[in-house]
């Protein structure tokens, strides 16, 4: 079983330069969601989407734009790169449509805005 | 508002030490609990969860965790850790709020184990 799978796994982009990360599940998940992971910060929620045709705003949805394309994928865009966004972007899914069930990781993008 | 806290942020045991790593929710409902473990350069995969009933939990790996609710703690416990237990370790809670859709995720805790 593939699970969840991100692309691509690493990018460099320069400041200004836009750019979407993909994200697949093939477990028939209803909850998808996009974190960014730094040093010393854990996990913060960019944005979810709690069932097929919703996206909600999480923790830190500034400069970042998602896209609910269907129950499979969920991609996630930014749209002018800013340095601060340099980090290592975790996509997830989970069963439910509340926040009360594990959650299944993909392996991640590693994220560099030079 | 809820949240999640992990206060160890670095621990570094020796082989066959025992681990408690402390976790401690902020919310008086119902709460569902998790622990997550990421290996070096790999992804988030889930310990094991709390939902109710039994407040101590067994995990894979021989990890167990202990809910106490007076205490708002949810801490992971080994007995005998191992190298291969060198990971980030994470802590996350959903608090059913009605609304609160989402799992708020601890900053982590990074264990070190010396052989």
């Known amino acids: 079983n593939a699970g969840v799978t991100q692309t691509p796994k690493f990018q460099v982009l320069k400041t200004g330069q836009s750019m979407t990360l993909q994200c697949a599940q093939d477990m028939n998940h209803n909850s998808m969601y996009w974190y960014r992971q730094d040093p010393g910060m854990g996990l913060r929620l960019i944005y979810y989407s709690a069932s097929e045709g919703t996206t909600d705003k999480g923790e830190v949805p500034n400069g970042y734009n998602v896209s609910r394309l269907n129950k499979r994928e969920f991609s996630l865009r930014l749209e002018s790169a800013a340095p601060s966004q340099t980090s290592v972007y975790f996509c997830a899914s989970s069963e439910a449509r509340r926040g009360n069930q594990p959650q299944h990781f993909g392996d991640g993008t590693r994220l560099s805005i030079l | 508002a809820q949240s999640v806290s992990q206060h160890n942020h670095h621990v570094i045991l020796s082989e066959a030490a025992s681990l408690e790593l402390g976790c401690n929710y902020s919310y008086g409902g119902t709460v569902n609990l998790f622990w997550y473990v990421q290996y070096p350069g790999q992804h988030l995969q889930l310990l094991l969860k709390y939902f109710s009933g039994d407040p101590l939990v067994k995990g894979i790996k021989g990890f167990e965790a202990e809910f106490i609710k007076s205490k708002f703690s949810f801490n992971l416990r080994k007995p005998s850790v191992q190298w291969s237990d060198t990971a980030e370790y994470f802590c996350?809670?959903?608090?059913?709020?009605?609304?609160?859709?989402?799992?708020?995720f601890g900053t982590g805790t990074k264990l070190q184990v010396i052989p």
């Open positions: 996350a809670g959903f608090m059913n709020s009605g609304g609160y859709q989402k799992v708020t």
